[in-house]
Structures are given as structure tokens and as C-alpha cells.
């Protein structure tokens, strides 16, 4: 038996032993131990003692007064990675296991994100609120037309309509019970009814059961008030000849109504038919359930397809173009908003607040989704699309607290641990990033997104490797999960792996639903990481008589915009701005929403053409339009830094580029400021800013213009170089030559950086 | 089981139609797998049954499989969506039994040899004597720390806790051999 090989891996064993590895880091280990019988004799041969370690209280009581003073200190359990299996447990052996699972609980919701719950609040809470349940089928026992899902359903949208009882949303229960390890939502018996109940914080529990079909539907149900246990009432309703479910949905609501402990008003009170406010196609409804569930598990290609068939059997059904308007054609918003009246108060404003946003009237957007807060308090939706909105305009400070709040609603919607992953990543805050994220995967293990999500917040801080196998484990679990596939792709083009990268684009391309466009990129796009910008021009032309022959109505833009970027490395200014203006008139003929439309790039253009006259009368137009979207605040000093940078005054190019950097988290302005830092001297300013955005693997503006992702090892390079950091600068300037080195032999940069290494290389 | 436990090599022979490097390559793979699997799954008879699983789908498919990467990678991937799977199956059960389950049962420590424990705690505080950081750690580790906390308290590199451990662990390896630390 010989030695390990990898001494790496050798220093792991006793954190495996122990279980301390990350889930990557065990896998990466036992495949090590596979084929490393030194490491995997001394795991064996010292099993039984690790097991000590693990398990016995005794082994933890002697390392705790070995410690001393450390032990001595407050334990302040921090939020903990839950993987699925068997996880470590460290509690002293006596806290009952239930008390344990809870405290963890608590600290992993509670802790990293400082929310308080008042015992007021937690009474307030329950107060009028109803739980319904989940019908058992007890005729059909697989429920394969889900007839139990849909009475729960429309039971809880029929009562959401009253003012006077509370009810918890369909989209919380499920929640719950998956965070219960209850997926079969169709096996609801009494006793997790009541622990369900007991973590949604209600008054009344309704469970119930289908006892017949055929010919008429007939259902048991009973209510349960959780604090006395008393059953308030245990009924049956039947059917009547050729009434469907919906009608006796209706009847249903007000035999509940009248037996819950409601004030008078609530007997009194207007009541629409469910299906009034839903559909009256049982099918159509159905369809629409598997979409929203699908919906939760970002699965958004197959809940289209679960939406349109909902429209298909009820063309009126406003929800289902609500969602079809999100997930699919902007424009069906209309039908939307068309047939809103057949939809429930709460449902009529997302409807407005959708047409709102679509239609760029932000201010009405916001106040109609602070209006949804005021009226139901308890809704997380609309802190979340206020949370979506901050965030989008790159706000963070302001998107945090909506996302906070949204937890504190519902702990265990497990989406939001994912956003606010990345609202913390924005924030620079990455421990706390890695800790939402983590907690995300736990909820939900088997799922492809928050793998996804972790490698996002890899590439953002410059973890690419990690990326790459984050990503790899989102598809290992859900193959046709095309976001990893298409970032996957990204990072091979960072590592320079340009066939992977390729395979990754074609493999998209291929896929139903998938997106061409990256395959179509990828040609011109791999030329320009290796500095073939002449040939890069002309194959991005070719890409798009290609692109425009596959997608006679799509906007080609996308391709036209990077290829203004290479003009413009090439200082071929006229071209640059023609190119441009092509990408304006696309997008205000086939995207008018878009209010920016790359104006400020233009004027930079403008600037650098010697064009200053028609360059600040674009930054003139952009001002105007100020305040029509905070997105344009950013632009209009970007434009004007791009300005001053171009006249040679620096002092000014930085001050604005700072104020359109200051909220902003995003690539093109970070580099340019950061070449403006580097201009004027400010070189740990440069230094600083430069190493930050080598080490954010965006997949945005960084891998679309391509010539700036290099550039950026060059201007490092400046940066150590003027520092006196010759080491550093030798090594920025080889990663760039590796790049571009074989690529046009008349591109500036290389020749300097040529020139610069030799010498440094002859000092040293 | 014999020192020679390279797995693929034992892969190539028992492709040849080598019968006892068959045997030894199954062998090899039972034990590298059970004691993979203990690190995952609590239960000692749940843990058998995957890795008996694991073993039939290889046995069976390990002839006609064509690897992209090695046998070892293939055949620890097999594993790995065992396991996989035992927990989705798993799901079903009732939430008591899961919360329950996640304290360790006593049978963890089913003891072959009664001494062990007592050497073992001899033998930690002997290395905790000759390295006081290494108690300090496993503590806040025990107190639910991740490895970046735990190093922030002690303001050490996280290299330096990996080797901590692993250099406690090659006194602990020694002294439960030996009775002494170096």
C-alpha cells in the first residue's frame, strides 16, 4: 500500500470522519477513497473511534473540558447546512430530539436575518384563521384528476373572498408539508392535520374527505379549533344531480361560514361563485393548479405548457394568462385584465399591478402592490415582486427588508431564501449569501435551482470551479435545467475551454423551449476571447443573416451590440455607431418598452468618435428621461463619466462614474470607472475595483461583450505594474496573452503588453 | 482482504474473465461502500440494504457498461443515486419517525471491543495535552460552528484547521496503536 498521492485529500479525513465536509467535498473525497487504498485503509482501520467521536457523549463532555474557556462561552448555535441523510449532531444526548429539531429550526429562520415574532403578533395571527386541508380521495385512492386538491382549492379561494376569516393559502400548505416530508399531499390523516395546523398558526383546522364520485359528489369534512381540540363540527354534504364542483363548492362556503364563530356581517356579506371568480371548467382549473405548483419548483417551461392547456379548456381564465403573461408572451397580459372580473379581489390586483409594470408605469406598480400589504397584510407575493423590483433597479438596500419580510410571513417558502442568497451577494454580504443558499438546499435537495443558485454566487466571487460543479449538479438532477446549462457554458468560455463551452450552447440550442441564441453567439463570441477580431466581424454577420433566417420576428440586437464592441477595440468609431444605431432601431421597432436602449453606450461612442456636440445632446435626451426609470439615473451619469473620460478630464470622469457605479452593481460602469481610476493615477482605487471584477463571473455584460472580459487582465496588469507589484503585473499580463496573444497582430494591447512582460521579465 | 485494492486494476482483470479478481474487486467495492454509505444513511439495516442494492446493479451492468470516466467513478455514482433514491423513498415516512430518526440510536456504538472507549478518551486527552487548538475546535465544531466560524474564533486560516485535525488524528491513529503520541 502506498502513499496518498494527493495530501489534499489526506488532511480531509478527519473532517469526513466527522462530517464536516460539504456535500461537493465528500463526493470529491470518496471518489478519492476509491482509488487511494492508503486513505481508504486509514478511514477503515479508524471507523470504530470515529464513530466515538460522532456519537458517544462521553467523547463530547471530555473535548468540551479539554477546551476550557472556549467551552465556557454561550453556545450561540449558528445556522446550520441541513443536507439530506444523516447530518451532524453534536447535542448533548439530554435535549429530546423534537426540542433539538426545533431550535434548529428557529436558528436557521431566525438568526442570520435578525426577525423578531412577538407573542402579539403570533395571537393576532391565529385569530379567524382557517386552515383547509387537502381532501382525501377515499373512492380513488391516486386522486389521478386531482378532484382533492381542487375543493381544497376552491374552498380556500371561495373563503379568501370573505373579510371576516383568514384563510392559509394553498401555495403555504404545500410548503409546509413538504417541509414536513410530506409530499403526498393526498394522505393528510388528523395528526399531521394538526401539526400543519400548529405551524400555519390558525384558529380552525377543515379536513374532509371525498366519499363518493358518482353520480353526485358527496364529501365528509370536519372542523377542528386547534386550541381546545373540540371538533366545532363533523358534517357531510352531498351533491345534487348534475351539480359540479364548483357550485357545490358555493354551498360548501356558506354551511363554513355559518359555523365558525364569525361576527354578523360575515353571513351578510356579497358572495360570488367560486367559479365566477376562477373558471367553470373542472379541467381548466385542474391544469392551472399543476402550473402553479410546477411554478414553485421553477419548472416554468412545463407550467406554460400546464397554463395553456388551462386556456385551452377556458379561454376566459384571467389567471392563467396572468401567469402566461409572466412566463411566456408579455402581451397576454391583456387577456388578463380582459376577463379580471372572473378572478378573486386579491387576483385582480396582481392582474393590475402586472399590467402596471408591463406597461413601465412603475409608480402605479409600486402603489398597487403597497395597496395589496395594506389590505392583506399576510400576502408574501407582493413583498417579494416590490423585493423583485428594488432589485432589478439594483436598490438592494430598499429590496432586503421586502425579502425579510416575506420570510417572516411564511418561514418556509423556500424561494426566498433563494433571492435572498443573491440580495445578500449584491450587498457583498457573501457570508451571508452562502448561508441563505444553504439553507435553500436543504429545503429542498432534490431540486435543480438551488444548485443552480450556488453556482451563480460561485461565479460571482470568483469560485469558478465550484461554479462549474454546483451548476454540474443542478443538471445531474435535472438534465434539461437550461439556465445551468447555458452558465455551465459561460464558465468554460472564462476557463477557455471553448469546445465545452460550444457543446454547452449546442446542447441548448437542441433542447425544447431552450435558448438559440447562445449557440448562434458562441462562433463570433469564442473568436473574440482569443483576439481574432477581424474574423469575429465577419462571422458575426453571417450569425445574424443566420439568426434573422431562423427567427424571421426576433431581434437580433444582442449580436449587433457586440459587434459594435469589437469596432470599437478596433477604433473603428464609425462603424461602432453604426452598428449601435442598428441595435436602437431594432429595439424601439420590435422591445418600445425598453426606455434606455442603449443610449448611454452611444453617447460613449459618440465621445470617443470626437462626436462631443451630438454625444451630450443623447446624454441631454437621457436626462429627460430621468424619471421614468431609476435605471436611468446610472445611464445619464455613465454617459456623462464616458464624456469627460473622453475629453481627457479625468478628475470629472471619475466623479461620475462613481455616482453612476454607487448603486449600481454592474459591469460596464465598474470598468470603465475602473479605467478611469487607473487613468488618473488612483491606482488602488484601480487595483482594488479591477481584482473585484475579475473575480465576478458575470453572465451578463462580461461574457456578452467579450473584449472588456480580457481587457480586463491587461488594465491589471497597468495597475501592479505602476504599483511596483511587478509579480502580480507579470501574471496579469500572461493570463491576457494567453487570451489574446495568438489572436489580430494589431491590436494595441497586445503589442504593449508584449513590450511590458519582456521588461518586467528582464528586471527579475 | 489484501493489500492490493486498486479498484480499477481489479476491474481489468475481472474483465478478462479473472475470476478471483472478481471476487477481491467485489469485496474492495462492499467495503469502500458501506463505510461510504454509514456516513450518510443512520440506519445500520438501511444502510446494508443500499449498498446490497448498489452491489446487484453493478454485478449486473458492469460488463456491458461502457464508462465515460473509470469503473471507480461509474461504480460510485451507482451508489451515490442509491442513496439518492433511499432518501426520496424515505420522504413518505411519517415526520415523528424522521425527527426521531435523526438522533443517533445507541446501536451507532455497538461495541467489538470494550476497550476502545477507554483508550480512546485516554488518548484524546493526550493529544488534546500536546495540542490544546485541537479540543478547541472539534468543541466549536460540536457547538454546530461551520469550518469558517470555527476559524474566525480562533483567528486561523482554514488550512490550518484541516491540518489540526488531521495532524490530531495521525497522534490519535498512533496512540490507539500504541499508547503513546509520538
Not at chain 1, 72 to 94: H, L, N, W, Y
Not at chain 1, 309 to 334: G, I, N, P, W
Not at chain 2, 104 to 119: G, H, I, Q
Request: hydrophobic residues 40%; proline residues 3%; contains cysteine.
Amino acid at each position: 500500500m502506498s502513499d496518498c498521492t494527493d495530501r489534499r485529500f489526506e488532511s480531509m479525513l478527519h473532517h469526513y470522519e466527522l462530517g464536516l465536509l460539504s456535500d461537493e467535498e465528500r463526493g470529491e473525497l470518496e471518489l478519492h477513497l476509491m482509488e487511494c487504498s492508503h486513505c481508504f485503509e486509514r478511514v477503515n482501520r479508524f471507523q470504530p473511534a470515529a464513530r466515538h467521536f460522532k456519537f458517544n457523549p462521553r467523547v463530547h463532555k471530555l473535548i468540551s473540558e479539554l477546551a476550557g474557556s472556549e467551552a465556557d462561552q454561550p453556545v450561540e448555535a449558528p445556522p446550520k447546512k441541513v443536507s439530506e441523510g444523516r447530518r451532524r449532531i453534536f447535542t448533548p444526548a439530554f435535549i429530546p430530539a423534537i426540542m433539538v429539531a426545533a431550535i434548529v429550526l428557529l436558528v436557521l429562520v431566525l438568526k442570520p436575518w435578525r426577525l423578531e415574532i412577538s407573542p402579539t403578533e403570533e395571537a393576532l395571527a391565529v385569530e379567524n384563521r382557517l386552515a383547509v386541508m387537502y381532501f382525501e380521495n377515499l373512492v380513488e385512492e391516486q386522486d389521478t384528476q386531482r378532484l382533492g386538491e381542487i375543493i381544497s382549492s376552491l374552498l380556500i379561494t371561495d373563503l379568501s373572498e370573505s373579510k371576516y376569516v383568514r384563510v392559509v393559502s394553498s401555495q403555504r400548505l404545500h410548503d409546509i408539508l413538504r417541509h414536513l416530508g410530506e409530499d403526498d399531499v393526498r394522505r393528510v390523516d388528523r395528526a399531521l392535520a394538526s401539526r400543519v395546523a400548529e405551524k400555519a398558526g390558525v384558529q380552525w383546522i377543515l379536513t374532509g374527505q371525498i366519499l363518493q364520485i358518482e353520480p353526485a359528489l358527496v364529501l365528509k369534512y370536519e372542523i377542528v379549533e386547534i386550541s381546545s381540540g373540540n371538533v366545532v363540527v363533523s358534517d357531510r354534504i352531498s351533491g345534487l344531480p348534475d351539480e359540479n364542483v364548483f357550485s357545490l363548492v358555493d354551498r360548501f362556503t356558506v354551511d363554513i361560514k355559518q359555523t365558525l364563530s364569525l361576527p354578523e356581517e360575515a353571513q351578510r356579506e356579497v358572495d360570488r361563485s367560486v367559479a365566477e371568480v376562477t373558471t367553470y371548467s373542472e379541467a381548466a382549473y385542474r391544469y392551472y393548479l399543476e402550473g402553479v405548483e410546477l411554478i414553485s419548483k421553477m419548472y416554468s417551461l412545463e407550467a406554460v405548457d400546464r397554463f395553456e392547456k388551462a386556456v385551452e379548456h377556458d379561454s376566459t381564465f384571467a389567471m392563467a394568462y396572468y401567469y402566461l403573461a409572466q412566463y411566456k408572451d408579455r402581451s397576454l397580459v391583456a387577456k388578463a385584465v380582459e376577463y379580471s372580473s372572473g378572478a378573486t379581489r386579491l387576483e385582480r390586483l396582481y392582474i393590475d399591478a402586472l399590467e402596471a409594470q408591463y406597461g413601465a408605469d412603475y409608480p402605479r406598480y409600486v402603489e398597487t402592490l403597497n395597496k395589496i400589504i395594506e389590505t392583506y397584510p399576510e400576502e408574501k407575493t407582493p413583498h417579494l415582486k416590490l423585493w423583485s423590483y428594488y432589485y432589478q433597479i439594483r436598490n438592494y438596500n430598499e429590496a432586503l427588508p421586502h425579502l425579510l419580510r416575506a420570510i417572516e410571513i411564511d418561514p418556509l417558502y423556500k424561494l426566498t431564501y433563494n433571492w435572498l442568497a443573491y440580495t445578500y451577494d449584491r450587498l457583498g454580504d457573501f457570508e451571508n449569501s452562502i448561508r441563505a443558499i444553504d439553507r435553500y438546499i436543504s429545503l429542498e435537495p432534490d431540486e435543480a435551482n438551488p444548485y443552480d443558485s450556488r453556482g451563480d454566487l460561485y461565479a460571482r466571487n470568483g469560485k469558478l470551479s465550484q461554479a462549474m460543479a454546483s451548476y454540474r449538479k443542478a443538471l445531474q438532477i435535472k438534465p434539461n435545467f437550461y439556465s445551468s446549462l447555458r452558465k455551465l457554458g459561460h464558465m468554460y468560455m472564462f476557463s477557455g475551454e471553448y469546445a465545452r463551452a460550444d457543446s454547452c450552447y449546442q446542447a441548448l440550442s437542441k433542447m425544447e423551449g431552450g435558448q438559440e441564441s447562445w449557440s448562434v453567439l458562441f462562433p463570433p463570441l469564442s473568436l473574440v476571447f482569443q483576439g481574432k477580431l477581424n474574423q469575429a466581424v465577419k462571422v458575426y454577420e453571417e450569425q445574424i443573416e443566420q439568426y434573422m433566417k431562423l427567427y424571421p420576428d426576433g431581434n437580433p440586437a444582442f449580436l449587433i451590440r457586440l459587434k459594435a464592441f469589437v469596432y470599437l477595440q478596433q477604433h473603428n468609431y464609425q462603424m461602432a455607431i453604426r452598428e449601435l444605431e442598428r441595435v436602437m432601431q431594432l429595439n424601439r421597432e420590435k422591445s418600445p418598452s425598453v426606455i434606455l436602449n442603449d443610449r448611454n453606450i452611444y453617447a460613449q461612442f459618440l465621445a470617443e468618435s470626437g462626436d462631443f456636440e451630438k454625444a451630450e445632446q443623447v446624454v441631454e435626451e437621457i436626462r429627460n428621461d430621468k424619471d421614468k426609470s431609476p435605471l436611468m439615473e446610472n445611464a445619464y451619469w455613465y454617459a456623462l463619466g464616458a464624456i469627460d473620460r473622453a475629453r481627457g478630464d479625468l478628475d470629472a470622469a471619475v466623479e461620475n462614474f462613481e455616482k453612476a457605479a454607487a448603486d449600481i452593481d454592474e459591469f460596464t460602469t465598474r470598468y470603465m470607472l475602473a479605467r478611469s481610476y487607473l487613468e488618473s493615477g488612483r491606482l488602488s482605487q484601480a487595483v482594488r475595483l479591477l481584482e473585484r471584477q475579475i473575480l465576478i463571473y458575470d453572465e451578463g455584460w462580461r461574457i456578452c461583450i467579450g473584449t472588456w472580459n480580457i481587457l480586463l487582465h491587461y488594465y491589471l496588469g497597468l495597475a501592479y505594474e505602476n504599483s511596483r507589484w511587478d509579480d502580480k503585473a507579470i501574471e496579469q499580463y500572461r493570463i491576457f496573452l494567453d487570451f489574446w496573444g495568438d489572436g489580430d497582430p494589431d491590436i494595441d494591447e497586445v503589442t504593449d503588453a508584449r513590450e511590458r512582460l519582456a521588461r518586467l521579465q528582464s528586471k527579475t | 482482504m489484501g493489500p492490493d485494492l486498486e479498484i480499477n486494476a481489479l476491474y481489468a482483470a475481472a474483465m478478462t474473465g479473472d475470476k478471483i479478481s472478481e471476487e477481491r474487486l467485489f469485496q474492495a467495492l462492499s467495503v469502500r461502500f458501506r463505510l461510504f454509505a454509514l456516513q450518510r444513511i443512520w440506519e445500520e439495516e438501511d444502510c446494508y440494504d443500499v449498498v446490497q442494492n448498489t452491489m446487484l446493479v453493478i454485478a449486473r451492468e458492469y460488463k456491458t457498461t461502457k464508462f465515460t470516466t473509470s469503473f471507480s467513478a461509474w461504480a460510485y455514482k451507482v451508489l451515490d443515486n442509491r442513496i439518492l433514491a433511499y432518501f426520496k423513498s424515505r420522504k413518505g415516512r411519517s415526520a415523528k419517525t424522521e425527527t426521531l430518526s435523526e438522533n443517533p440510536p445507541d446501536r451507532n456504538l455497538v461495541e467489538t471491543d470494550p476497550t476502545l472507549e477507554p483508550r480512546l478518551l485516554d488518548c484524546i486527552k493526550k493529544v488534546a495535552g500536546a495540542n490544546r487548538r485541537y479540543a478547541r475546535i472539534l468543541n466549536l465544531y460540536y457547538q454546530g460552528y461551520s469550518t469558517r466560524e470555527v476559524c474566525e474564533r480562533l483567528k486561523i486560516m482554514p488550512n490550518h484547521s484541516y491540518v489540526t485535525l488531521s495532524r490530531a488524528r495521525s497522534m490519535l491513529e498512533l496512540c490507539l496503536e500504541k499508547g503513546v503520541i509520538e
